[in-house]
């Protein structure tokens, strides 16, 4: 079945980096961009961007602007979000979606359809 | 950016109740517009895109109108499973997705 399965919790310090992997199946790998969104705790779900796996492109939402980093391994159909200069606001979980393309009509709706499993950043001293 | 706004940010509600949670952007969206449902410890589950088409498998109890600027969801005759956090979504802008704050449905 079609699923994305999160690399595992992981505790940094102020200032570290943390790389949080996405591993696809079910489906072509190629044919889809993944979106990165986190929720801290108690907050609402925060956009941070997105990579498409075929091509590589990538777009970042503008909080996050030169902190992170989203690569892709096509032979191992798996996407990567590096996060860097992390600070305790960033202990949150981390998600991966799979985002589809859905026509009606005039309209072309892009949606959160597939969601990873999840990975908890902990960013504490 | 384009920010969501939804209300209320919690309600509390009976089995068998009508609920009805409002999502209200900064801008003209048009439909473009889903609602995701997470329930404590899983990640979200999308129900409804496009405003108001629901996914396959998505009880017809959940429903979605709106267009512009306002939205609605509407859940009519809540069943325990409904129980969970709902929040709106735009794509509207698809270099910049938004959600809206969350909605909780929480037992009375």
Not at chain 1, 9 to 31: D, L, N, R, T, W
């Amino acid at each position: 079945q079609v699923q994305l399965v999160q690399s595992g919790s992981e505790v940094q310090k102020p200032g570290a980096s943390v790389k949080v992997s996405c591993k696809a199946s079910g489906y072509i790998f190629s044919s889809y961009a993944i979106h990165w969104v986190r929720q801290a705790p108690g907050q609402r779900l925060e956009w941070m961007g997105w990579i498409k796996a075929g091509s590589g492109i990538t777009k970042y939402s503008q909080n996050f602007q030169g902190r992170i980093t989203f690569t892709r391994d096509t032979s191992a159909n798996t996407t990567y979000m590096e996060l860097s200069s992390l600070r305790s606001e960033d202990t949150a979980l981390y998600y991966c979606a799979r985002v589809t393309v859905t026509a009606s009509g005039y309209y072309s709706y892009y949606y959160m359809d597939v969601w990873g499993t999840g990975t908890t950043v902990i960013v504490s001293s | 950016d384009i920010q969501m706004t939804q209300s209320p940010s919690s309600l509390s509600a009976s089995v068998g109740d009508r609920v009805t949670i409002t999502c209200r952007a900064s801008q003209s969206i048009s439909t473009y517009l889903h609602w995701y449902q997470q329930k404590p410890g899983k990640a979200p589950n999308v129900l409804i895109y496009g405003a108001s088409t629901l996914l396959s498998g998505v009880p017809s109890r959940f429903s979605g109108s709106g267009s512009g600027t306002d939205f609605t969801l509407t859940i009519n005759g809540l069943q325990l499973e409904d129980f969970a956090t709902y929040y709106c979504q735009q794509s509207y802008n698809i270099h910049a997705l938004s959600f809206g704050g969350g909605t909780k449905v929480e037992i009375k």
